[in-house]
């Protein structure tokens, strides 16, 4: 069974650090293209980053370029998405998603993932 599994939200000051998890179970992720996501309250769900399956190469919204850094370890199976200078505009439950190849290049676009986590509550404030 294909499953994603989020860890790591939490509340955090601003400035401060998380480290989101996107444990996968069922398939092999670094053949997929991994995104991650996030949807804050009445805003629509929006792609943030995202790793390809190809080359490893990975891209950045731009709200989130040089805050952010999405990583794989192919020996546990898992992505994380490393954010730091947290601000409270970051808040948002935050998704990752797995994109079956083709296509071996990732996209932030929502359409396309075919497979979603649960995911998991990042709250940013004083």
């Known amino acids: 069974q294909v499953q994603l599994v989020e860890s790591g939200g939490g509340l955090v000051q601003p400035g401060g650090s998380l480290r989101l998890s996107c444990a996968a179970s069922?398939?092999?992720?670094?053949?997929?293209?991994i995104g991650w996501f996030r949807q804050a309250p009445g805003k629509e769900r929006e792609g943030i980053s995202c790793?390809?399956?190809?080359?490893?190469?990975?891209y950045y919204e731009d709200s989130v370029k040089g805050r952010f850094t999405i990583s794989r370890d192919k020996a546990k199976n898992t992505v994380y998405l490393q954010m730091n200078s947290l601000k409270p505009e970051d808040t948002a439950v935050y998704y990752c998603?797995?994109?079956?190849?083709?296509?071996?290049?990732?996209?932030?676009?929502?359409?396309?993932?075919?497979?979603w986590g649960q995911g998991t509550q990042v709250t940013v404030s004083s």
């Open positions: 790793i390809s399956s190809s080359d490893g190469s990975t």
């Open positions: 998603a797995a994109d079956a190849p083709p296509p071996y290049v990732c996209a932030l676009g929502v359409l396309g993932y075919d497979y």
């Open positions: 069922g398939f092999t992720l670094e053949y997929y293209a």
